[in-house]
């Protein structure tokens, strides 16, 4: 990349490295002198890019007359994004390729598809398929209008950069599902209920992927959603955390909550559920996990916040009744320690069985 030094613009000179060309200094030729001087001072010396997507605008600008739409705009940002072009690679190569390549339309070869014996065809053929697949482009979507396309809107909507953040920092800027790195493959935020599903902006219902396990998600998932969706909302009659009244709730979102321990082991010692109702932690559905998650850290936060002599914290669940769970709907343990309530911390939660703490 080309590294350029402010220049008093007065003096630039094509002498100089990197600098505009000179002009000639008369009346005709000095607005257009000021406008060239000032559009390249701002491209070279005050440009600050996180994106590619000033360069592309200004240059989608130049190439149209000084004046482009916004849709303009945004097909040239789309054609210069690679993590775009990569994922629609894959529908070509994958998807429409191979279906127009069972039928013999189209052949591969290598990276390249050719369209079966275009050698053969005059000008005005050429002309005429054109115009009858755009026929058939203008019926499919008169047929099914907004609908092509509004699965996409739906299940990734409007997610504010601060929220984008957030998801990204939560997954360490990895894949949540294939791992990769986001400087290796672009990642997306999308929800994992769909919004066309009733699926929430809220963050327990947000997961970074990249581009292309998004992509896999979208086509293989063939789970009921609605279903899914439903079951969160299943409530088991007589059970002391389907029916905790509401201000014991300490803390919640959108698939749990957080109440005080009634039996607390130290000050400040918490539980954190779903809201579901479901027997132990194993039965814990993806965004649940994330959502207990989220709680946990929330609460580890708030009690150091509140009080300074918390140096360690025990988490812990109890799954079954001979590992001791006594009220079977899932519940997880955020217990504050702190130096000196025991007289040895060593070994943990080893201290279950008793005599097996210290190793």
Known sequence: MISLKRTNLVKWSVRKKNSPPSFRDSDSDFYSIMIFTQLFDFIVNRMRMSHVYQPVMIMTLLRNGGAASITDIAKSILGNDQSQIEYYEKITRDMVGRVLSN??????????????????????????????????????LDARG???????????????????????????FHCELCGVAADIRALEVDHIIPRNLSGSDDPSNLQALCYSCNAMKRDRDSENLTLVRESYAH???????????KERVVSENELAYTVNDGFPVTPFHCLVLPKRHIPDYFGLSRPEL?????????????????????????????SGADAGQTIFHCHIHLIPRRLGDVPNPRGGIRHMIPEKGYY
């Open 146 to 172: 907004e609908k092509v396309w509004q699965h996409r809107r739906l299940s990734s909507g409007y997610i504010s950069g601060t929220l984008r953040y957030e998801v990204l920092k939560k997954s360490a």
């Open 103 to 140: 039928h013999k339309i189209v052949e591969k070869d290598g990276k390249t598809f050719r369209l079966v014996g275009y050698q053969d065809l005059d000008q005005n053929q050429i002309m005429q398929l054109n115009v009858l697949c755009q026929q058939k482009l203008d019926d499919y």
């Open 235 to 245: 409530r088991e009659s007589g059970c002391l955390f389907c029916e905790i009244p």
């Open 290 to 318: 994330k959502a207990c998650d989220d709680l946990l850290r929330q609460m580890k936060a708030s009690v150091i916040s509140n009080d300074s002599t918390v140096t360690g914290f025990n988490i812990g669940m109890n």
